[in-house]
């Protein structure tokens, strides 16, 4: 996928996050904390399955990529923390507050970058829905990271 900036309106919060040489990231990929460095949602290890994909994400989100860093390089880059992101997703209705998290890839093996989906658990959720669509390929997303802000809190 290439650079999209996602974010729509809201503070961001951003923090300033480390990264790897080799890890390459987008402008607008749903990133996760891996000890001391930011990684894309597609480099969290298989889980097992999409819901185990989706959970073990969540647990270290921690935001959408407001910069990008390139294959070689080494630069820390911003990352929102809060905000609303207007992400990709499969056509489905959405309500306002439903819980969303990453996609996983066609596969069911691993996480996709820059889409979302309906999820049912705040374990496994990166957002809340923030405009009610229906038939929707695109969703807007109140974001809340976990590692910075403590997560979705679910009432579901």
Same mark, same amino acid.
């Given at each position: 996928?290439?650079d999209?900036? $996602?974010?729509?309106y809201?503070?961001?919060?951003?923090v300033?996050?480390?990264?790897?040489a080799?890890?390459?990231?987008?402008?607008?990929?749903l990133?996760?904390?891996?000890?001391?460095?930011?990684?894309?949602a597609?480099? *969290?290890?298989?889980?097992?399955?999409?819901?185990?994909n989706?959970?073990a @994400?969540t647990?270290? @989100? *921690?935001?959408?990529?407001?910069?990008r860093?390139?294959?070689?390089?080494?630069?820390?880059?911003r990352?929102a923390?809060?905000g609303? @992101?207007? !992400?990709?997703?499969t056509?489905?209705? !959405?309500? *306002? /507050?439903d819980?969303?998290?990453?996609?996983?890839?066609?596969?069911?093996? /691993?996480l996709?970058?820059?889409?979302?989906?309906?999820?049912?658990?705040?374990?496994?959720?990166?957002?809340?829905?923030?405009?009610?669509a229906?038939?929707?390929?695109?969703? *807007?997303?109140?974001? $809340?990271?976990?590692?910075?802000? /403590?997560?979705?809190?679910s009432?579901?």
């Amino acid at each position: 996928m290439t650079d999209k900036m $996602r974010w729509r309106y809201g503070d961001t919060n951003p923090v300033v996050a480390a990264v790897a040489a080799a890890t390459v990231i987008e402008i607008g990929d749903l990133l996760w904390q891996d000890t001391d460095n930011a990684k894309p949602a597609s480099a *969290l290890a298989d889980a097992g399955n999409k819901a185990a994909n989706q959970a073990a @994400f969540t647990a270290k @989100f *921690l935001g959408v990529a407001m910069q990008r860093s390139r294959a070689g390089e080494s630069a820390p880059i911003r990352v929102a923390t809060t905000g609303a @992101f207007d !992400f990709d997703c499969t056509s489905a209705n !959405f309500e *306002l /507050g439903d819980l969303i998290g990453v996609e996983g890839n066609s596969g069911g093996l /691993g996480l996709l970058n820059q889409n979302v989906a309906k999820v049912t658990a705040g374990s496994s959720a990166v957002g809340r829905i923030a405009r009610r669509a229906a038939a929707a390929t695109s969703v *807007l997303v109140d974001v $809340r990271s976990t590692a910075m802000t /403590g997560g979705v809190v679910s009432n579901h």
